[in-house]
Every structure is written in structure tokens, then in C-alpha cells.
T-cell receptor, first 127, second 106 residues
Framework: QITLKESGPTLVKPTQTLTLTCTFS??????????VGWIRQPPGKALEWLAL?????????NSSLKSRLTITKDTSKNQVVLTMTNMDPVDTATYYC???????????FGSGGFDYWGQGTLVAVSS | DIQMTQSPSTLSASVGDRVTITCRAS??????LAWYQQKPGKAPKLLIY???TLESGVPSRFSGSASGTEFTLTISSLQPGDFATYYC????????FGQGTKLEIK
């Protein structure tokens, strides 16, 4: 059974750094083709992809937020950590982590979509 | 960056109706497109990947198709549990979601 769960603060102040942890089970990030990404959703708004890390430590970032984001993995702990600096009230959102299986034109390990998601964690940014 | 534009933003329909949601990419993404269903307060659920392949366990009334940079999600006969918000997402060049289509009861 594959599960993912996000953890971190529910409230941060403007200019602070947010650190979120995704703890997962049922798969390993040492397995070829697997990745874990972060997606957020402001209240009442659309999904926005933030960052993703693959089994081979390939890291990808949303270009509009790249300067503020860092994603890392701890394979032994089955965790992926996202840090976002200089938080602003517009960053108030539910933050999800999700598993992704790599699929591209040269090689494909599965669907390519985000196939398993955590329940999400709501982070508010306010002074 | 690749932009994904969904239409309509809101769709009103009745149980038993056939509905179609469209997603247009700003450039070619081949068939690297997924569709998700999201219900209020819940995480999204993967429905379709590679534009037309049904994820395991997804009912066959859901289908996807592609024509150039235009992609469609069709629900052949709406069931009560299908009223939700639907998102497309490209994975040709990094990852971009559409703005969502809310499917509501007429």
C-alpha cells in the first residue's frame, strides 16, 4: 500500500522560510523511474506544480519560483523535503506531495502522471 | 513555459449526460497529458495519462483523446460521483496544470 503524508507548520510569518516534509511508504526513491513532487493549491484556485526530485537526484523546479525553492530527499528515511524562502501571504495554500513515475520519449517507467497523493497540508502566511 | 488552457471553466450537467472538457497546450506536447479529478477537500486523483490511457480502476465512462495540441476528456454518462473539478496537466516539458473545470449539477 502506497501512502504519502505532508508535515510542517500550519502558520508562517511573511519573509520566513517554509520547510515541508513528505514521508512516504510502499515505495522507495532508490527505485529507478520514481520521483516525488510538490504541488500547491491556494484556496479556491488551481493546482500549481512546484518542484520534483527523481530517484537519480534529478531535481526540477517551477521556473517562476525556482529562486525560492529547494527540494531534497533522504532515501533511508523515505522522506522528501521542500523549502521555500521569503514566504508571502500569496503563498497561502494547501501543499501536496505526490509520487510520480517518469515517462518520456526515450524511456518510460510507467504512467508519467502523479499517481499517488498525500492528503495535503494547509499553510497560512500571516503576521 | 508551456501553458495549458482549459474550457469551459464551469460546466453544468445532469446525471446521465455526456460531457466533454477541453484542454489546449500552448505548444506541442505530443501525448504527454494527464487528467485528474478533484473533489472538495480531497487530493486530486489521476484518471488518464498519455492523453488516452485509463488509470487502473477508473471507470470506462471516462475517456481521453488528442488532436494536435487540443485534448479532450469525455464522460459518457455522468454519475452522481462525477461532479467535481477536473484538471489537465502536461508533462512534456516539466509540469503544468490547467486552470480547472468545475463540473456541477444542473
Amino acid at each position: 500500500q502506497i501512502t504519502l503524508k505532508e508535515s510542517g507548520p500550519t502558520l508562517v510569518k511573511p519573509t520566513q522560510t517554509l520547510t515541508l516534509t513528505c514521508t512516504f511508504s510502499g515505495f522507495s526513491l532508490s527505485t529507478s523511474g520514481l520521483g516525488v513532487g510538490w504541488i500547491r493549491q491556494p484556496p479556491g484556485k488551481a493546482l500549481e506544480w512546484l518542484a520534483l526530485i527523481y530517484w537519480d537526484d534529478d531535481k526540477r523546479y517551477n521556473s517562476s519560483l525556482k529562486s525560492r525553492l529547494t527540494i531534497t530527499k533522504d532515501t533511508s528515511k523515505n522522506q522528501v523535503v521542500l523549502t521555500m524562502t521569503n514566504m508571502d501571504p500569496v503563498d497561502t495554500a494547501t501543499y501536496y506531495c505526490a509520487r510520480k513515475v517518469f515517462c518520456g520519449s526515450t524511456r518510460c517507467f510507467g504512467s508519467g502522471g502523479f499517481d499517488y497523493w498525500g492528503q495535503g497540508t494547509l499553510v497560512a502566511v500571516s503576521s | 513555459d508551456i501553458q495549458m488552457t482549459q474550457s469551459p471553466s464551469t460546466l453544468s450537467a445532469s446525471v446521465g449526460d455526456r460531457v466533454t472538457i477541453t484542454c489546449r497546450a500552448s505548444q506541442s506536447i505530443s501525448n504527454w497529458l494527464a487528467w485528474y479529478q478533484q473533489k472538495p477537500g480531497k487530493a486530486p486523483k489521476l484518471l488518464i495519462y498519455k492523453a488516452s490511457t485509463l488509470e487502473s480502476g477508473v471507470p470506462s465512462r471516462f475517456s481521453g483523446s488528442a488532436s494536435g495540441t487540443e485534448f479532450t476528456l469525455t464522460i459518457s454518462s455522468l454519475q452522481p460521483g462525477d461532479f467535481a473539478t477536473y484538471y489537465c496537466q502536461q508533462y512534456s516539458n516539466y509540469y503544468t496544470f490547467g486552470q480547472g473545470t468545475k463540473l456541477e449539477i444542473k
